[in-house]
Structure formats: structure tokens, C-alpha cells
């Protein structure tokens, strides 16, 4: 059974930074993707960004491009999301997300039911 669990969440004022880390464990296998999400009180669940473990290729949510930079590293099974120049309108609980099911699956990046495997969440606060 995969587990994500994410870290590095916290409070913090406008212009702030922060890294999220989110460590994969319990596969035998690669996830074909992976991605953050965000969900604020009273909002639908939204992609942050997300990437495809092997072609490296990366999707950004218009409203972070430029500020936030997601990365994987494959040697210790974690995802991060560097995460610069915060504004009060990125408080929110950021989650972990993995596709295990492959490229073949008909979602894409951008859509929850892409994923198979989700974290529990980290919390972040942006005050100004």
C-alpha cells in the first residue's frame, strides 16, 4: 500500500517561502505522475502543479507560475514544491497526489481523478 506524507507546512507572512516535501513509500513501483493540490475553506480541491516522473514534464495552475517550483527526486522518493513570493490567497491545505495507474489512465494532470494515491494533507497560512 503506497503512503504520501506531506510536510513543511506552516504560517507565514506575504513574500514569504516555503518547501513542501511529500516522501512516497510502500511501491515496488514508479508513480507515472505526480502533483500538488489545494483545497481552501469553501473551494473546490484545485491542482497546483504536477509532474511526470519520467519525461520530467511540469504543469503549473496559472495562478502560481513563476512563484512556485515543483520537483521530484527519484533517489529518496519525494516530491517538493518550492513555494516563493506567498500571498494570502495561497492559505490553503496543500495535499500530495500520485498516479500509480499509468499513462494510459483518461485523466489529465490537472484532474483529482487522475490520482490513486493522496496525502493528508499540509496546511498553509499566508497572512499580510
Known amino acids: 500500500q503506497v503512503q504520501l506524507v506531506e510536510s513543511g507546512g506552516g504560517s507565514l507572512q506575504t513574500g514569504g517561502s516555503l518547501r513542501l516535501s511529500c516522501a512516497a513509500s510502500?511501491?515496488?513501483?514508479?508513480?507515472?505522475?505526480m502533483a500538488w493540490f489545494r483545497q481552501a475553506p469553501g473551494k473546490e480541491r484545485e491542482a497546483v502543479a504536477a509532474?511526470?516522473?519520467?519525461?520530467?514534464?511540469?504543469y503549473y495552475a496559472d495562478p502560481v507560475k513563476g512563484r512556485f517550483t515543483i520537483s521530484l527526486d527519484n533517489a529518496k522518493n519525494t516530491l517538493y514544491l518550492q513555494m516563493n513570493s506567498l500571498k494570502p490567497e495561497d492559505t490553503a491545505m496543500y495535499y500530495c497526489?500520485?498516479?500509480?495507474?499509468?499513462?494510459?489512465?483518461?485523466?489529465?494532470?490537472?484532474?483529482?481523478?487522475?490520482?490513486?494515491?493522496w496525502g493528508q494533507g499540509t496546511q498553509v497560512t499566508v497572512s499580510s
Open positions: 497526489a500520485a498516479d500509480y495507474r499509468g499513462k494510459r489512465w483518461p485523466y489529465n494532470l490537472v484532474s483529482s481523478l487522475r490520482y490513486n494515491y
Open positions: 509532474i511526470v516522473t519520467g519525461g520530467g514534464s511540469t
Open positions: 510502500g511501491s515496488t513501483g514508479s508513480p507515472y505522475c
